[in-house]
């Protein structure tokens, strides 16, 4: 089967929602939608970071985190996971930002393993591009799905990721 166009899940939603802009499949998902717009926190203005966190980060969304002091350090807490929930943390700046789980509820954390025994309450970004992906398994625990550290070389306009 071919890569199904906009075109091609729009003529075969089965029950509408927005008529044919949304609705659902035959199989039951949602399809139509040109794609997933998701709220974004951390920035004051499009580019002015916050670097003082006075409440948690949602546990939906993108946040952009860092602080905006050379090299300086930023620290942050992230809400309880919702299950099924993603959530995206990006550091946009040089420095250090450090994310703790609001919830100090023993069991709680962040798995990163096979085993979700094996959980942390923390997470550090050091260095601009740093990013984690993260999916609620339950109220108690995030998946890290995608952990990344991004490095920019300064000759040429390559991107390098370790």
Do not use: C
Not at 33 to 55: D, F
Not at 57 to 67: C, D, E, F, M, N
């Amino acid at each position: 089967m071919a890569n199904p166009t906009l075109e091609t899940l729009r003529s075969s939603i089965l029950d509408s929602i927005k008529g044919r802009k949304l609705g659902l499949s035959p199989t039951g998902y949602l399809q139509g939608q040109l794609s997933v717009k998701e709220p974004q926190t951390g920035l004051a203005a499009s580019t002015t970071l916050i670097s003082t966190a006075t409440a948690a980060l949602p546990a939906y969304g993108v946040s952009i985190i860092g602080s905006t002091i050379t090299s300086g350090a930023t620290s942050y807490t992230l809400a309880d996971p919702v299950p099924g929930v993603r959530k995206v943390l990006f550091n946009g700046t040089t420095g250090t930002a450090t994310v703790t789980l609001l919830s100090t509820t023993a069991g709680q954390g962040i798995v990163s393993t096979g085993s979700a025994a094996s959980t942390y309450s923390v997470i550090q970004f050091v260095g601009k591009g740093a990013m984690a992906e993260l999916v609620g398994l339950s109220t108690l625990h995030y998946a890290m799905l995608t952990p990344l550290a991004i490095t920019t070389v300064t000759t040429g306009n390559l991107v390098q990721i370790s």
